[in-house]
């Protein structure tokens, strides 16, 4: 009976006005009014419970897109930074690659100069008339003598630091090697082969410093 008469007085406080046949209906029969009193309740807490609904599914969608935009933002600077380790490393490994070329090449220009040192002392050791080398002929002796381990020793030195003569007679002419000065058809000997070397070669570590020049075998 209690929750019948709260019913009434919800149903009876003045809100909107009602039709008097109907005012007049529910203030005879309290049941009737109290379930029209809870059927109104009912369509309330629907309506909030929809609106609940709402908000709660507007604001998953909110939460799905900040999430898509966050992982696409992370896939991005992750991307970028694989990118620049890459950069990083590629540069470190030119970094590493000139020091190592300095060390070896460093030497270059010094070595082209010993070079011409060398061919004169050659020229000199071969100008000396091999007849004229005696016994009874001291000073000439030894100054060839003097002139062959001199020029021994200058090719040690020159081995020592990866420079390596090329006299390549009798090999296949090579442009990364050799200079052909001229060509010239010669029995006995296969074309493309090197008949004469005018002036050698040398190569430090590998890499030709000066090409031989030499002359080349023709077809006659």
Do not use: W
């Not at 529910?26 to 109290?34: A, D, F, I, Q, V």
């Not at 590493?96 to 070595?111: D, H, N, P, R, T």
Request: aromatic share 4%; glycine share 4%; with cysteine.
């Amino acid at each position: 009976m209690a929750a019948v008469a709260q019913c009434v007085r919800g149903a009876l406080r003045p809100r909107l006005p009602l039709h008097p046949l109907l005012s007049a209906a529910l203030r005879t029969s309290p049941r009737l009014l109290c379930a029209a009193t809870q059927q109104k309740n009912t369509g309330q807490n629907l309506e909030e419970d929809q609106s609940h609904k709402a908000e709660s599914s507007s604001a998953e969608k909110l939460l799905a897109e900040e999430k898509t935009k966050l992982e696409e933002q992370l896939k991005e600077v992750t991307d970028k930074y694989k990118r620049a380790l890459a950069d990083a490393e590629n540069v470190r490994q030119r970094s590493q690659k000139l020091v190592e070329e300095a060390k070896l090449y460093g030497i270059q220009s010094f070595c082209k100069d010993l070079l011409e040192v060398a061919d004169i002392l050659e020229k000199a050791t071969e100008s000396v008339p091999k007849e004229e080398i005696k016994d009874d002929n001291p000073h000439l002796k030894s100054l060839y003598e003097g002139l062959v381990m001199t020029e021994v020793q200058i090719q040690k030195v020159f081995k020592k630091h990866g420079l390596l003569r090329l006299n390549p007679v009798g090999a296949k002419f090579d442009p990364y090697e050799h200079e052909a000065l001229f060509h010239t058809p010669m029995e006995g000997q296969e074309p493309g082969t090197i008949a004469l070397v005018s002036k050698i070669g040398y190569k430090l570590h590998g890499r030709t410093l000066r090409p031989a020049l030499v002359g080349v075998v023709k077809d006659p």
